[in-house]
């Protein structure tokens, strides 16, 4: 477990480390969701991010999943299905603390 957080938060050394890969966007409803997948040890770790304008700002909340998957293409199209999952979800509440930036 230790060495799957040394990874992810990037205290791993070497190459084993996890890479960002080229990230994808798309919109739905009100939001931007962007798809950055991590590469990681061969397959690459569901992770993303939704943002919302709100006047000059932009509110940002990441995730990452444990699910790994061995196509970039398939992380890709799981990490748009897991951001509209979490939008529908949570709704205005997603964004209503107003904070610029957190984890959910």
């Keep these: 477990m230790a060495s799957?957080?040394?990874k992810l938060f990037g205290r791993g050394g070497g190459s084993d480390a996890p890479?960002?890969?080229?990230?994808?966007?798309?919109a739905y409803n009100d939001l931007l969701?962007?798809?950055a997948p991590i590469a990681?040890?061969?397959?690459?770790?569901l992770a993303g991010?939704?943002?919302?304008?709100?006047?000059e700002r932009v509110l940002i909340r990441t995730f990452i999943?444990?699910?790994?998957?061995s196509s970039r293409d398939d992380t890709v199209a799981s990490t748009f299905r897991k951001a509209k999952q979490?939008?529908?979800?949570h709704g205005a509440s997603l964004?209503?603390?107003?904070?610029?930036?957190?984890?959910?």
């Design 19 to 26: 890479a960002k890969v080229a990230e994808e966007t798309e």
């Design 86 to 89: 979490i939008a529908d979800q």
């Design 33 to 35: 969701l962007v798809a």
């Design 4 to 6: 799957f957080f040394s």
């Design 95 to 104: 964004f209503s603390d107003g904070a610029e930036s957190r984890q959910v």
């Design 65 to 69: 999943r444990a699910d790994l998957f």
């Design 40 to 45: 990681e040890g061969g397959q690459y770790r």
């Design 49 to 55: 991010r939704i943002e919302k304008q709100d006047g």
